[in-house]
C-alpha cells in the first residue's frame, strides 16, 4: 500500500489543484463489490460493476540487490593484478608467495575464484563482503547462530572464500549479542504474580541451565539471581558474559514449555522445573556427556586407587600433597601425616589426585 500511496503522490503532484470527498458506502456500488470481491463470485454484480482481472501487478517494482563495495587494496589485490596484468611486487620473495598462490585462482568477467579441495571454484570476497557474509548466515533472515565451525561451512557451501575466515567468524561470533551465556526470554502468558520473562544462565562447558521466572527485570533481579542460582550454588564463576541488552527467547526452553501446557497457559512457570531437569540428564552431542553428570558427579582418579596389575601397571603412591613450587616442573610433596618428602619431585612422575580429606 506504501508504493501505491507513493504513485498516487507522484500522480496529484502534476495537479494544479485536486480535492478529496469521502462516499459513504452504501452510495458506492463500487467500493461495497470491492470489499467482497474476494470472497464471492461475480454472478451478483450489476452491469455498472466492470470486473477487470490483473495478471501482474500495476506498479513496476525494481529489484534492488544488496551490494557491498571494497574500499582500497584488499588481500586479493596482488593475485587479482598478476593475473590479469601479470604485475608483480617488486620484492622477490612476496612475488615469489603470489605466483605459488595464484596457480589456484583464476578471473572470471572480472571476479576473482578459487579453486576448492574438491575442485569447485570459490568466490574470493574482502573484508567488507566478508563481514556481510558472515552476518547474513549468522544472524541475517535464514540466520543459524552456530558455531563458528558451521558458519565457515555454510559460506563455503555457499561458494565464497577468504583467508581469514575462521579467525573472523570466531569474532564475529564472540561479539554477537544472541549467543551470550545469560538470556531473557520472553514475555511469556502472564502468570500468578504478573510472572511473564525467564531468565536464563547457561554453564559453556557443562551446558547447565539455571532459570528463574520473574514478573520484571532489572539490575537489582539480575544481580540477585546471580548471587542465589550461580555464586551460593557453585562458588564464584570464572566469568559471566550478559546479552549486552537485547533480549532474545531460548527457543529450546520455550518450545519445550510449550509442549507441556494445555489450557493452563498462564501456568508454564511451573514447568520450567521438568523441563530443567530433561535438559540437564539429556546427553549434549557436544561433548556426549550429560549436563548433571559434568555438574555433580565425582569420577576418581586411577592414582586415587592404586592396584597392582603386573608389569605393565602404574605403580602410584601418596596421596601427597603439593606443598611447594620450585620452577621448572619440580615440587615439594607433604604425605597424609604431614612428613616431608625427603627430595623434590618432577611433574612428570606426579598424577592428580581427587580425594574426599587431605
Request: hydrophobic share 35%; net charge positive.
Amino acid at each position: 500500500m506504501i508504493q501505491y500511496l507513493e504513485k498516487v503522490k507522484a500522480l496529484t503532484s502534476t495537479f494544479k489543484e485536486f480535492s478529496i470527498k469521502q462516499v459513504p458506502r452504501g452510495e458506492n456500488k463500487k467500493l461495497g463489490a470491492l470489499t467482497k470481491i474476494t470472497s464471492t463470485n461475480f454472478a451478483h454484480l450489476s452491469k455498472q460493476v466492470l470486473i477487470e482481472e490483473l495478471k501482474e501487478k500495476s506498479i513496476d517494482k525494481k529489484e534492488v540487490l544488496a551490494t557491498v563495495e571494497e574500499e582500497g587494496r584488499t588481500w586479493m589485490t596482488l593475485i587479482y593484478e598478476y593475473l590479469v596484468e601479470g604485475t608483480l611486487p617488486d620484492e622477490k620473495k612476496k612475488a615469489r608467495a603470489v605466483r605459488r598462490k595464484a596457480g589456484r585462482y583464476a578471473v572470471t568477467n572480472g571476479v576473482l575464484y578459487k579453486r576448492s579441495f574438491l575442485g569447485l571454484w570459490l568466490r574470493s570476497v574482502g573484508p567488507l563482503q566478508a563481514n556481510y557474509v558472515l552476518r547474513e548466515i549468522h544472524e541475517g533472515s535464514c540466520s543459524m547462530h552456530a558455531n563458528p565451525r558451521s558458519v565457515v561451512a555454510k559460506a563455503l557451501r555457499s561458494g565464497y572464500y577468504w583467508p581469514t575466515m575462521h579467525i573472523d567468524a570466531r569474532k564475529l561470533i564472540k561479539e554477537c549479542n544472541d549467543c551470550q551465556g545469560i538470556d531473557i526470554a520472553g514475555p511469556f502468558p502472564e502468570g500468578p504474580g504478573k510472572v511473564k520473562f525467564l531468565i536464563i544462565a547457561v554453564d559453556y562447558f557443562t551446558k547447565w541451565i539455571e532459570a528463574k521466572p520473574m514478573a520484571t527485570i532489572t539490575g537489582a533481579q539480575i544481580k540477585k539471581f546471580v548471587w542465589d542460582n550461580i555464586v551460593c550454588r557453585f562458588s564464584l564463576p570464572g566469568e559471566i558474559v550478559f546479552d549486552n541488552g537485547k533480549h532474545r527467547a531460548n527457543r529450546s526452553l520455550g518450545e519445550e514449555i510449550k509442549a507441556r501446557l494445555d489450557e493452563r497457559s498462564n501456568h508454564w512457570m511451573e514447568e520450567i522445573s521438568h523441563v530443567l531437569w530433561a535438559h540437564q540428564t539429556m546427553i549434549k552431542s557436544t561433548n556426549e556427556e550429560k549436563p548433571f553428570s559434568l555438574t555433580y558427579e565425582w569420577k576418581h582418579n586411577e592414582a586415587s586407587h592404586a592396584e597392582d596389575r603386573g608389569k605393565l601397571g602404574p605403580k602410584w603412591e601418596g596421596p601427597y600433597k603439593v606443598t611447594e613450587t620450585l620452577g621448572k616442573g619440580a615440587y615439594k610433596l607433604n604425605d597424609r601425616t604431614w612428613n616431608v618428602l625427603p627430595r623434590t619431585w618432577n611433574v612428570c612422575n606426579l598424577k592428580k589426585c581427587y580425594v574426599h580429606e587431605m
